[in-house]
């Protein structure tokens, strides 16, 4: 839950909502209400005007690739509005699937997946003519030192350990990928 409850209060709070946790204690569930302001007064169309800063990398294909649909799609709709073309997928055989039809600059890939798990699914990526110049970045819940020499071994460009925000990636992807 950590990735998408942080994400969801970063999105409440740009619109001066609040988020509100209720617990009967542990083991008991939790109850998690989202307030928004509403709106008053009326509609009123405004122009359309490209905004340079809502597309720094306009093109830049993207392959999201995490076993939690929810902190996928997530992420996914976030790097959208940031200006890139995002594709998701949920497990690491896609991943490999997507990656050879889609042909992405970047893959963000987490490593905890049942099955074909993150690391492999690296090894086989870099295997491929077309996955050895590609970027790949562990976006992954390990954040140990083992963890990340293993996503180096494994071929990972990079390695961001969740919660991890939206300005992360970027500054990543930024530093990372041609002009």
Same mark, same amino acid.
């Given at each position: ?9 970063? /999105?409440?709070?740009?619109? +001066?909502?609040? !988020?509100? %946790? &209720?617990?009967? =204690? ?51 709709? /976030?790097?959208?509005?940031? +200006?890139?073309? !995002?594709? %998701? &997928?949920?497990? =690491? ?87």
């Amino acid at each position: 839950m950590g990735l998408g409850l942080t994400l969801v209060k970063r /999105l409440v709070d740009l619109h +001066g909502g609040r !988020v509100e %946790v &209720r617990s009967d =204690g542990l083991g008991k569930g939790s109850e998690f209400l989202v307030y928004l302001p509403g709106f008053t007064g009326s509609a009123q169309a405004l122009p359309i005007l490209p905004d340079s800063n809502l597309s720094p990398s306009p093109g830049r294909r993207i392959l999201v690739v995490d076993d939690n649909p929810d902190a996928a799609d997530t992420f996914a709709l /976030l790097l959208e509005m940031s +200006g890139y073309k !995002v594709d %998701v &997928r949920y497990n =690491g055989q896609q991943a490999l699937e997507a990656a050879e039809h889609l042909q992405p600059e970047v893959i963000l890939l987490d490593i905890g997946m049942s099955g074909l798990d993150g690391y492999e699914t690296a090894r086989l990526i870099r295997q491929q003519p077309w996955g050895r110049d590609l970027i790949l970045i562990a976006l992954t819940g390990y954040g140990q030192a083992d963890d990340k020499r293993r996503s180096r071994e494994a071929g990972f460009t990079g390695h961001l350990v969740k919660p991890v925000s939206l300005e992360a990636v970027t500054e990543l992807l930024d530093s990372i990928l041609p002009s």
